[in-house]
């Protein structure tokens, strides 16, 4: 039969490897976790500029939308009071 003294030794020699492998395995881990989470917060950041650009230029847009219309309509306005003096220069004159 085997000495069980040294069989109890290799046991707690492949002990130990599994237990360092294992303690490796966590660490390894952690850092993906650490590199996963870090990656995520980039990407929020990141979203989160383009999306705030995107509102502000949209912000721009409509204040621009706003103006444009007020300038159509104030210009249309005036083309309507022309054309109406026009008419009425005209009834003045006898035409």
């Not at 249309?76 to 109406?84: D, H, K, R, Y």
């Amino acid at each position: 039969m085997s000495d069980p003294t040294a069989v109890a030794n290799a046991l707690l020699v492949e002990m130990g490897q599994v237990k360092g492998q294992l303690t490796a395995m966590t660490a390894l881990l952690q850092q993906n976790h650490l590199a996963t989470q870090t990656r995520i917060e980039d990407l929020s950041k990141s979203v989160g500029v383009q999306f705030d650009d995107v509102k502000s230029r949209l912000t721009t847009l409509e204040a621009n939308e706003r103006g444009t219309a007020i300038r159509a309509a104030g210009t249309g306005a005036l083309a309507g009071a022309i054309v109406a003096a026009g008419i009425a220069a005209m009834r003045g004159l006898g035409h």
